[in-house]
């Protein structure tokens, strides 16, 4: 009788481990991390391109070359905190309890949407319609820091159910995804040269 007790207890484990891992279930989805990543980097070819456009206008490189600068030092804070979120969204997650854990969570992802706040704040200020520098009209980014925040935060809470039905090393594998090259963002630098 304690053969098939074991063997149905082994089989809900591993039902478990596949359920909390499969692609495309709400648990597993981290569609949301890939996202936000790409919008963040979006949003700088289309300032450049607008600071270029000012630059032409003006005849004054000067323009282009200190507004590069100013949105590279934005880009960075945004950067770093990016990297601290996704850290900070993991060790929540492996660190606490199921409560902890969320409430843990709340904070990090309050402190990347006032990040985020601040960067969409200054992107859209320098790109906004200005009569003196010539510009036609306002740039319009797909770049809503509130959004972002909820389907990010909405991800790492099914990632924390799912973590929870595992056992081992099997967490720090499942939330070490989101710590891979493909979620990091590109480097500004990289980007301001194309």
């Not at 270029?52 to 100013?70: F, H, M, P, R, Y």
């Not at 319009?140 to 991800?155: M, N, Y």
Request: charged share 25%.
């Amino acid at each position: 009788m304690k053969r098939y007790n074991l063997l149905i207890v082994l089989l809900l484990l591993v039902f478990n481990v596949a359920t909390a891992q499969k692609k495309g279930s709400p648990a597993a989805d981290f569609s949301a991390v890939k996202e936000t990543k790409t919008k963040i980097e979006n949003t700088v070819p289309l300032v450049l391109k607008h600071l270029q456009d000012i630059s032409t206008k003006e005849g004054d490189n000067n323009i282009l070359a200190n507004g590069k600068v100013a949105l590279g030092k934005e880009y960075g804070i945004l950067e770093s905190e990016w990297r601290l979120y996704r850290m900070n969204m993991n060790n929540c997650i492996l660190n606490n309890s199921s409560k902890k854990a969320k409430k843990c969570m709340q904070y990090h992802t309050q402190y990347l949407r006032n990040t985020l706040i601040n960067y969409n704040n200054y992107i859209t200020n320098l790109t906004r319609k200005n009569g003196y520098l010539g510009v036609e009209g306002d740039t319009k980014f797909d770049f809503t820091p509130s959004e972002l925040t909820t389907k990010l935060s909405e991800s790492y809470f099914n990632a924390n159910d799912a973590a929870g039905r595992m056992k081992g090393t099997q967490k720090t594998e499942f939330l070490s995804q989101t710590l891979a090259e493909d979620y990091k963002l590109r480097p500004y630098a990289e980007m301001a040269q194309q």
